[in-house]
């Protein structure tokens, strides 16, 4: 069974249109990160969260710790949104130096004009 | 804004070559990683770095692999005798607060 899972695998929308993509996991964690792929491979940390909600330009993402859970949401979604969006969580086990991230597959979002 | 960098951004090597890929963190951080994701798959953590020494390594992390900081600024990841399987895209990543990613070197094994 995967520690994270992530849902949709893959998405296809049109511009403008609310999205939302979600995470479950089922370790305990104390971080868990939203993070950016684009089709170049490159991979950009949007947010990390541990409780509530972060909110940056049109990202908006949230996470429920008792429910194990949480979504990325995307408002007024553009092309340029279009990338692999990968939910990754920081186990709780471990020191400080732990910090090995156990990751998403990731859900493709494309964004049609 | 700091960023991590990584060279090359591309390596091609014959198997059985070693290839050191490289990676300059954010000066100020601490904690540094190596993460791989082979095409189509998920990204896999492969070792954690702090205080001049392995922290975590994963079982993919063998004997082929090795790390080093070898200048107080680099941080390299070596892989002594490449295998078709190591085919892959490697992330560097270095941990003040938060962990931030290098672009990545694709490597690619004939």
């Known amino acids: 069974k995967n520690e994270v899972e992530q849902s949709p695998q893959n998405l296809t929308a049109q511009e403008g249109e609310f999205i939302t993509i979600n995470c479950s996991y089922s370790v305990g964690i104390s971080a868990l990160h939203w993070l950016q792929q684009h089709p170049g491979g490159g991979i950009v940390s949007l947010f990390m969260?541990?409780?509530?909600?972060k909110k940056h330009g049109r990202l908006i993402a949230t996470i429920n710790i008792q429910e194990k859970h949480s979504s990325l949401h995307i408002t007024a979604s553009h092309p340029r949104d279009s990338a692999v969006y990968i939910c990754?969580?920081?186990?709780?086990?471990?020191?400080?130096?732990?910090?090995?991230?156990?990751w998403g597959a990731g859900t493709k979002l494309i964004i049609k004009p | 804004e700091p960023e991590v960098t990584q060279t090359p951004s591309h390596q091609v090597t014959q198997m059985g070559q070693e290839v050191i890929l490289r990676c300059v963190p954010i000066s100020n951080h601490l904690y540094f990683y190596w993460y791989r994701q082979i095409l189509g798959q998920k990204v896999e953590f492969l070792v954690s770095?702090?205080?001049?020494?392995?922290?975590?390594k994963s079982e993919i992390f063998d004997d082929q692999f090795s790390v080093e900081r070898p200048d107080g600024s680099n941080f390299t990841l070596k892989i002594r005798s490449t295998k078709l399987e190591d085919s892959a895209m490697y992330f560097c990543?270095?941990?003040?607060?938060?962990?931030?990613f290098g672009p990545g070197t694709r490597l690619t094994v004939l």
């Open positions: 770095f702090y205080n001049n020494e392995i922290s975590e």
């Open positions: 969260l541990s409780s509530g909600k």
């Open positions: 990543a270095s941990r003040g607060y938060e962990q931030f």
């Open positions: 990754a969580v920081r186990s709780s086990e471990g020191g400080d130096s732990n910090y090995q991230l156990i």
